[in-house]
């Protein structure tokens, strides 16, 4: 051996030595035995910052006490609800079950998917706080030999009930550990290192994303694999901004061997480091912008979390919890109804089904790009834990996700989702009489709101999904868009050296840096339960009507036609400015004393349709978006729109492929889908890092109260509203 | 006469007089000669309260002081900018100015708009503060014996150096006097008195309001006309819960005359007043469902108001003035940017310029309903005292309006717009690293932002319109709906006794209560000037493309394709789901750093499309409602969507008719106008009050910036929040 190959054969040996080390570093869990994941030593990725402080003892709300007695509650946590999800003792008795299971014994194998089975829907709607609860059992997805695997194992009799394999296409959601450790996988090959290095980029600097395939029907699809892209980390943090274009490393994922390497932009450069890293603790200088400013609540939260996982506040209750897939899950959704007192049903459960996002590239390093987060990546796997005073305000309540590894060993991940109310200044109804009437009336009512959080970094992107509660009744589902843009590598330094018949594909962002046009879908299943489960879709058209001769001075109004679908086809909706309609789910046996059908109405806000072609292999695995919205009959097997088994799917398993059957969706049990869209066209305000862009729809009452129901909430006045100081004088 | 006709009288000319009484006294002004309408003696409308005390005597905020001073202090206003409004002393001598013009020698004469004639546009740019206020004058509109008059009053040579008959259909503006007096003016009328008595309301429960009768062609509406419909007050402040329906009283509004009298309703009971009283004073019970909550900055809030009227707060200025019919106008709107420290321009001048409101039932009462809020009823003269710590939060500054009655006399109309800042917890931009990438990262910065606020009661309904700044450039234009709904009597009481084939027009709130369906459409003039006054629309279409065979794996993907608007007809925008674009206001003068032409883009949110039949009268006036977005070179007199003249107008001066000429647009001083609308469909929800419904849409910088202008803001922490107690505590 030369001594130029020795030492080049040292230097990729110890290069490979310490992205090991560090990758071990940052494995969600120690390769232990132990009961549970030391957080705290061995991953950043779980551990606690902050905890809120109980300034009121006497406070009724459970908060999480410091990081020690933290571990030691989730050590002692009992599920108290059937639908709280699995904890730590029962993880680890999954475990355990699994390890003697004749399938797992002696094979290598890896869980992807370790949650409660939940009960069937009908147990939990009979369930009352003091009943035992229904057999607890967990839903396994794993992978054994190449074979992916559905499980229910059943933690009171210690069994497995049910082993079935995959009927359809698609592999299970990537553990941890798939991402984790394919990131290293291409260092095994003498030709990346060298095409990385001809790149002017040290090896110690690389920084590789494991990015979903998609599929694409090529024979080579047929193995679990996925595509590897790198970046420099030199001089930055934010390497997403310094990409190494061209270059892609598909990586079986099983057996982490190279099975391809397409190096395409040897001719682009590296974009430089400067101005790229977003964080506080490196800038040269800073903008104080505001003085600070602060939500209080000297008396404390008026939010109570009962048994861990309910959630009390004002008008309503429901059930939270961390899911490794949706992210949240917020179930038995009530609201107590003023009138009565009654506390009424509004949606069994409501989550975050799938996401959705295609790059608008067709080039080789990213046509593929068109990823589906919670089935391939996991979208609660994702949601990192929050930053408290940034990510949420003061006053929040945060909660952890309790999870498996691959090897089902349980970890906490802390922080994960918050709970706070807001006050942003607004108003929740008002009236002033105008000197018309000549009377003296000024009534207005602060509008206060319970926010759910949670923020998912799936790798560059952030994604902040909110679930708001007003006391009105109306609920908005809110997501966020904000971290890193995914950006592709160019020659151009401006714009002035494209040709017109050029396309870059986005906009160019920064010298060599083209911020790629994409697309981003999330799709909500929400199991409406109004008043109880067998509901009504109605489509409440506005249509044009016109007077006949002579009738009226007018010769056109809308007129509301409302149509109950009968059938799944019925309740397909493309969104159109031009043929508005009003989206109801009603309950048909139920009305209220002037005789309307009580129920509740999805509303839109800013969206947008997914406009590729359907017979786009991409799309076809992303039918769910083909529509706005869809109803489907309630299937406790379908809650994740695009299939069980999403990673590589042919789009076989999804929400389209079901609705084909076209159901009776009338007077039955229902599931409402939404899917909320975005168009992304980058601009420089992206770069390096994006400000928060958003986007809702509102699930709100109509005709399900009798009326306003927050009429007799009392205005604020001064001497309820805290006495504050500034910190520095404290 | 017999005893109980003269008994009968005897109560018509005691309620006539009561009614009077009340009358007067509802007036903004008292018929004094007074330089300054009394207020705290005549009137509820320009009172002030609670008006917020300076925690920190040292901070350099103008804040209004106690009521007494507060009046010195408008008596001793001075313009400082050549925006600023007409100050009391100005108005005053505009009145005399006026008394002594020939025209209005020995006539009766009204003055339905006295405001400030802003000088032209480029004198406004060339001034800075030091420089002398270009000349100051007042356009004033004004009827003198049945004709409508727009004149110039120049303030320094004390000389009307414009005099100018209305050109076009349509009457001014109504004054509040108008509205006033025309309520009572069917008491003179015995018919009117008997209906009302056979309908079983007692004359001193009367409750009339001033309708708009719109335009339908109809000689009758040769003059100047009103509609007036009646309600009963009996036993609750909600009157507008009480109609006595079909019965419309049509008067001229110049000589009060009752012209015609409909009386279609009398089946139709009025309904009963329970459960309608929404005043927190008359509840019998309350539900505090929250515990105090509050946006608190002890230091005070991080804005400044130089001069009454410059704001300058984080990275923004800009110049804030009330006016009688946009309600605010904002103007001078100017961001810092962070690169260059350079004060760039955004906007010249944005404001509300006209409301559409048809209502959806052709009926003879109820088919003219198709108000336009802005140019019928003055917009800013409806905007109400604000309401402080429920209209706005704690901190929150108040501008007070100073607006002339119809006499000419100058009138304060107090807390008029609220500015304050608002955290409500969200977050202003974020990223987290996730496992994959091992690095420990967590950045969350949180999202405050600056608004402007106003609360317009135009009778029942109150619209809630805030200008919110961002300081990553964005402002967003939010619209709150709620007050009462314009509802409709009925027999019916149960939606079961209703035929299947009958119409309602609208929903069954309550027992003999129809909530008539309607929309809204906020129509804002945005003269936007984006580094400069000339810039070009530019309409980024995504469209879908396909790749070429064997060019790629993917068949299609979106693509940007930028076309500039070369005439008005380019820019006419109809928002479409599935035809998506981005529109960007650029000046194509200049490019960032990388070459991209510095722009705004206009980010439309929820809306409504006009759907009304181009040709039905009522549309022909709200032509300007015809598209979601117009693009018009900028004009000094084209500032009102429906005409300078709304009141009966024939929709002959609307922005539909000025953009008919198709004048060329590209890199020109441009006006973006962009509708925003609402469909309503009552529901039970509101009734008796609405909980408050909003939608907005965004002005927001895309490639103005060269990079994210607000990466180097420092995060939350602890150390900095105020210190807070509970006030019972205090």
Same mark, same amino acid.
């Given at each position: ?44 990725? +779980? ?231 977003? @964080? ?111 990510? +949420? ?150 249509? @044009? ?71 786009? %292999? %991409?799309?076809? @695995? ?60 980058? +601009? ?27 009429? @007799? ?18």
């Amino acid at each position: 051996m030369e001594g130029k190959n020795l030492l080049r054969y040292l230097f990729f040996l110890s290069a490979i030595v310490l992205l090991l080390y560090f990758t071990l570093l940052s494995l969600p869990y120690p390769p232990s035995k132990a009961e549970l994941l030391d957080c705290t030593t061995s991953s950043p990725w +779980c551990t606690s910052k902050n905890r809120i402080q109980s300034k009121n003892p006497e406070n009724p709300i459970t908060k999480p006490n410091d990081p020690t007695r933290h571990r030691q509650r989730h050590t002692a946590d009992v599920p108290h609800h059937p639908l709280d999800p699995l904890t730590l003792t029962e993880l680890n008795r999954v475990k355990k079950i699994i390890q003697s299971y004749e399938l797992f014994k002696d094979s290598v194998y890896a869980l992807h998917s370790v949650v409660l089975e939940e009960p069937e829907k009908k147990a939990v709607l009979k369930w009352k706080k003091g009943d035992p609860l229904p057999a607890r059992r967990a839903a396994v997805i794993a992978r054994v030999s190449g074979v992916s695997y559905v499980l229910t194992v059943d933690l009171g009799t210690g069994e497995v009930t049910r082993h079935e394999t995959n009927q359809y296409s698609g592999y299970p959601t990537m553990t941890l550990e798939d991402m984790s450790s394919v990131t290293w996988a291409p260092l095994a090959s003498a030709d990346f290192n060298r095409t990385v290095i001809e790149r002017g980029v040290d090896l110690i600097d690389l920084a590789c994303l494991p990015i979903s395939p998609g599929w694409f029907g090529m024979a080579e699809e047929s193995r679990r694999l996925i595509k590897v892209q790198c970046y420099s980390m030199k001089d930055t943090a934010n390497f997403y901004m310094r990409p190494i274009e061209g270059l892609t490393v598909v990586v079986d994922l099983d057996t982490k061997e190279v099975v391809k390497i397409n190096d395409n932009g040897k001719n682009i450069p590296i974009p430089k480091a400067d101005n790229t890293d977003y @964080r506080f603790s490196v800038q040269n200088s800073y903008q104080r912008l505001v003085n600070p400013i602060s939500i209080e609540q000297p008396n404390g939260p008026s939010f109570t979390i009962e048994d861990d996982h309910l959630v009390k506040w004002a008008n309503w209750e429901f059930h939270l919890k961390p899911d490794p897939r949706a992210g949240v899950i917020i179930s038995r959704v009530m609201v107590r109804d003023p009138s009565s007192g009654e506390v009424r049903s509004v949606m069994y459960q409501g989550l975050t089904s799938e996401l959705f996002v295609p790059y608008m590239d067709p080039s080789d390093a990213w046509y593929f790009k068109t990823y589906m987060d919670a089935g391939e990546y996991g979208f609660g796997l994702q949601a990192m834990p929050l930053d408290p005073l940034n990510d +949420c305000p003061r006053n929040a309540y945060y909660m952890d996700g309790v999870f498996a590894a691959a090897d089902g060993t349980p970890y906490v991940r802390s922080n994960m989702v918050c709970v706070f109310e807001s006050y942003a200044g607004d108003i929740g109804w008002r009236h002033s009489e105008s000197p018309i009437t000549g009377m003296k009336i000024r009534e207005a009512r602060p509008k206060v709101t319970l926010v759910v959080r949670m923020a998912a970094s799936v790798a560059n992107y952030d994604y902040i999904v909110d679930w708001e509660f007003q006391t009105d009744g109306l609920i908005r589902i809110k997501v966020g868009l904000s971290g890193i843009l995914m950006v592709k590598g160019t020659p151009y330094v401006n714009v002035n050296q494209v040709n017109q018949q050029e396309s870059l594909y986005g906009t160019l962002l920064s010298e060599n840096v083209i911020g790629v046009i994409h697309d981003h879908y999330i799709t909500f299943y929400l199991d409406m339960d109004v008043d109880g489960s067998d509901n009504s879709f109605v489509n409440v058209h506005l249509q @044009r009507e016109y007077t006949s001769p002579g009738e009226s001075s007018r010769m056109s109004y809308l007129k509301a036609v409302r149509k109950v679908a009968k059938t799944e086809k019925d309740a397909k909706i493309k969104l159109k400015l031009n043929e508005p309609s009003e989206f109801h789910v009603v309950n048909p046996s139920k009305t209220t004393r002037v005789g309307n059908p009580v129920g509740y109405k999805v509303v839109p806000g800013a969206t947008a349709a997914n406009l590729l072609d359907l017979n786009d %292999p %991409p799309q076809k @695995r992303g039918a769910f978006t083909n529509n706005q919205i869809w109803v489907t009959p309630y299937n406790k097997s379908e809650q994740w729109a695009g299939g069980l088994f999403v990673y590589q799917s042919h789009g076989d398993d999804t929400l389209e492929v079901w609705s084909q059957r076209d159901e009776p969706i009338e007077n039955k049990d229902i599931v409402l889908w939404y899917t909320l869209g975005f168009h992304h066209i980058p +601009c420089q305000e992206d770069f390096p890092i994006m400000p928060t862009v958003s986007s809702s729809f509102d699930l709100k009452p109509v005709n399900f109260f009798e009326s306003n129901p927050i009429l @007799r909430i009392p205005p604020n006045v001064d001497k309820d509203l805290p006495v504050c100081k500034a910190a520095a004088s404290a």
